[in-house]
Every structure is written in C-alpha cells, then in structure tokens.
Antibody
Framework: QVQVVQSGAEVKKPGASVKVSCKAS????????MHWVRQAPGQGLEWMGW????????NYAQKFQGRVTMTRDTSISTAYMELSRLRSDDTAMYYC???????????????WGKGTTVTVSS | SSELTQDPAVSVALGQTVRITCQGD??????ASWYQQKPGQAPVLVIY???NRPSGIPDRFSGSNSGNTASLTVSGAQAEDEGDYYC???????????FGGGTELTVL
C-alpha cells in the first residue's frame, strides 16, 4: 500500500543538527512532491517546505531559510529533512507528507507519515 | 499570526450539520485543503480542490469556496468526527504553503 515511513525519535542538544528520514513505498517516489510539516506540543501545524524528488528542487518557508536542508535519495525512495542550530523551541513532531504537482491550483498532502518526535534539551 | 484564519473551536449536536470556515486573501486564487487530526495521530486529508474527498472519507464531509473564504461542512456529525481541523493553502505570495490555526470540533 501507499505509505511513507519515518525514522525514529531523536533527542538533541541545543546547537546540534537533526536529520529525519522518510521512506516512500507503494508509489512512484519521483512522481510526487514531499512536504515537511511540524507541530510543536499543543500547537498547530506549520509548513516547513517541500522537495521535488524528481529534480531535487526545494522550496523552504521563510522562517526556516538557512537552517533547513531537504534532500532525497531516489535509489532508495527516501527523502530527508535536516534542521541545524537547534533550539528548544524546535521541539516538535515532524511529519513528511506526499503532495501532487506544486503547479496545481490545489495543493494538498494526501499521504502522511506517523511523525518523528524531535526533542531539543540540554 | 497565520495568513489563514479559523475559529478556535466549534461545537455541534450529534447528527446535526456544522460548518468550519477558513479566511484568507490567497483563497481568492487558490483552493484550500482540509485536514482532520485526532489526538496523538497524524493529520488526515478530508477535502481538497474544489470539493474532492479522498478514498475512504465519508460523504458527510464536503467543501465549498466563496470569495476569500473556504468552508468545510460536516452534515450529520458523528462522535468520531471530533478532533482538530486545519485548512491549508498557498500564502498571499503564492510561493509557499500555510496552515490555518486550526478549529477544535466538539460533537455534543
């Protein structure tokens, strides 16, 4: 079945980096964008950006520019999100989610991972 | 503050109809998508595009658009429809995506 499976929970110290993976299966990995969304405890959803697995093109939210890097490895159908210079307020659940062509008038995310908890604490 | 505005909480009696709204300038040009999230779970897409439901989403969920407002309607709300609902669309520049602040739906 169509799914994306994320890597396990991470605990990091302030100032460190974290890299979360998202392995796709059941569909053509390069045929869909991969978005990253995070949710701080008790808060709403926050879009971080996307990667086009076909071209490697990326589009990051202004808030994360300079701190986030999204990459992919098409040989293993896996997308990655690396966040650097971590702060305590980066503690959140991080989701990857599949989305259709960005050029569409309708942008949505139809397949979500279960999330990866990232805790930033000294 | 988000470019998409949602009421923080809405309640509905069991079996009745409820509308959850999402306001933002970008909605004049782009469709919203809607997500349901239950505690401890990942969001689930319930409506996208003009008024499309993914496979497995009950037909009591529907979407509509008017001007700068997108709406999600739940007709005949069930207890299992309780949860948080988020709208999403492009931002006013069209270059990025944004989420509304979310609406907590309670079924009484």
């Amino acid at each position: 079945q169509v799914q994306v499976v994320q890597s396990g929970a991470e605990v990091k110290k302030p100032g460190a980096s974290v890299k979360v993976s998202c392995k796709a299966s059941g569909y053509a990995f390069t045929g869909y964008y991969m978005h990253w969304v995070r949710q701080a405890p008790g808060q709403g959803l926050e879009w971080m950006g996307w990667i086009n697995p076909n071209s490697g093109d990326t589009n990051y939210a202004q808030k994360f520019q300079g701190r986030v890097t999204m990459t992919r490895d098409t040989s293993i159908s896996t997308a990655y999100m690396e966040l650097s210079r971590l702060r305590s307020d980066d503690t959140a659940m991080y989701y990857c989610a599949r989305g259709p062509d960005w050029l569409s008038r309708s942008v949505y995310m139809d397949v979500w991972g279960k999330g990866t908890t990232v805790t930033v604490s000294s | 503050s988000s470019e998409l505005t949602q009421d923080p909480a809405v309640s509905v009696a069991l079996g009745q109809t409820v509308r959850i709204t999402c306001q933002g300038d970008s909605l004049r040009s782009y469709y919203a998508s809607w997500y349901q999230q239950k505690p401890g779970q990942a969001p689930v897409l319930v409506i996208y595009g003009k008024n499309n439901r993914p496979s497995g989403i009950p037909d009591r969920f529907s979407g509509s658009n008017s001007g700068n407002t997108a709406s999600l309607t739940v007709s005949g709300a069930q207890a299992e429809d309780e949860g948080d609902y988020y709208c999403s669309s492009r931002d006013s520049s069209g270059n990025h995506l944004v989420f509304g602040g979310g609406t907590e739906l309670t079924v009484l």
